[in-house]
Structures are given as structure tokens and as C-alpha cells.
């Protein structure tokens, strides 16, 4: 009598909504690397929100004094919703994605960096000294990890000022995928 094979394990359903983890941190911290390298191990696309805020037009207007373009926050949303609708995994990288709406974003990944390396980073990048002390003291305060919670984003914190240990990217992937 042959024996029929039966699997156990259920099959895997289409997602009701796509998987959208928000990577968001001070400028320097990291929150770069980790996004790449967390979306090629979850096989996710990655999107750079900065460029395609600048992209879709998303400029508030440009402080000379910063010399940085203002982007509006509260249309980050607006402009990969249509990304989407294709109910796959993504990884938003930006020191804005918290403002994407909790609702939509599956987990809230923020980077952190010690003072000490944050400003050797920002001096590498060739940041003025005024925009290095602006990012070293949102970096002190947790602007991006405070702003994340009080959205009421479930929120990962990851110390990004080493490199990060293939331990730390299994811990964050059991996270995700519970």
C-alpha cells in the first residue's frame, strides 16, 4: 500500500497587506547600511525615501542656512503607496520613515550610534560643524527613537556604532517574522 505524503506545514497565504519595515535614525547612524543589508536577507526591495521624496516633488523648500531641502513628512506615504499595492516586502530607509503611518509599517527599526563615532562619520561626510552639533544633540536626545514611539510605532533599537554581528540580523529577522 503506498503511503500518500501530507505535508504539515500549512501553505504560506498571500499577505493581506504588503511588509513594510521603516529603518529611521539620526543622519550617520547607520540606518543605510542596515536597510541594505536587512532587505537583501529578507529578500525585500529597498527604497531610499530621501531620493524619492526629491523625486516626487516632496520639497518644502531649501534652508540655506542648513543647507538642506525640507521634505514633507506627511506625504512620504503618498508617494510609495502606489509601491504597494503589490503586497511585497519592503525597507523604507530615512531619517523620516516614522512618520510613515503606524497602521502601514509592520516594524520600526531605529539606528543608533554613539556620540564619539556619529561625529567622526559626519566629519567624513564633510558636514558643517553647525549641522554636525544639530545631529549630535538629536542623536543625544533620541529624537528619531522618541518621535518613533510616541507615534506609536512598534519599535526595534539597534546600536549601529560597530559593525553589526550576523547575531543581531538573526535577533531582528525572529523579531520580524513572529
Given at each position: ?21 521603516a ?6 547612524t ?10 537583501l536577507?529578507?529578500n525585500?526591495?529597498y ?24 521634505i514633507?513628512?506627511?506625504g ?5 503607496k502606489?509601491?504597494?499595492?503589490s503586497?511585497?516586502a ?5 531619517h ?10 509592520s ?14 562619520r ?12 544639530e ?10 527613537l ?20 550576523k ?12
Open positions: 500500500m503506498k503511503r500518500s505524503k501530507v505535508s504539515i506545514v500549512p501553505k504560506r497565504r498571500r499577505p493581506k497587506k504588503p511588509f513594510l519595515i529603518i529611521t535614525g539620526t543622519p550617520g547607520g540606518k543605510t547600511l542596515l536597510a541594505k543589508k536587512l532587505s536577507l529578507l525585500a526591495n527604497l531610499n525615501l530621501n531620493k524619492l521624496a526629491l523625486k516626487r516633488g516632496l520639497k518644502g523648500g531649501f534652508d540655506r542656512q542648513r543647507k538642506v531641502y525640507i514633507n513628512e506627511k512620504l506615504y503618498r508617494v510609495i502606489p509601491l504597494l499595492r503586497l511585497k519592503y525597507v523604507a530607509d530615512s523620516l520613515s516614522h512618520h510613515l503611518p503606524v497602521s502601514k509599517v516594524f520600526c527599526i531605529v539606528a543608533r550610534c554613539d556620540l564619539k563615532t556619529l561625529k567622526n559626519l566629519k567624513r561626510r564633510k558636514y558643517a560643524p553647525r549641522k554636525i552639533a545631529n549630535l544633540e538629536a542623536e543625544a536626545l533620541g529624537i528619531c522618541g518621535e518613533a514611539r510616541e507615534l506609536g510605532h512598534n519599535v526595534i533599537e539597534i546600536n549601529c556604532s560597530k559593525q553589526i554581528p547575531s543581531k540580523f538573526i535577533q531582528i529577522l525572529r523579531q520580524v517574522r513572529t
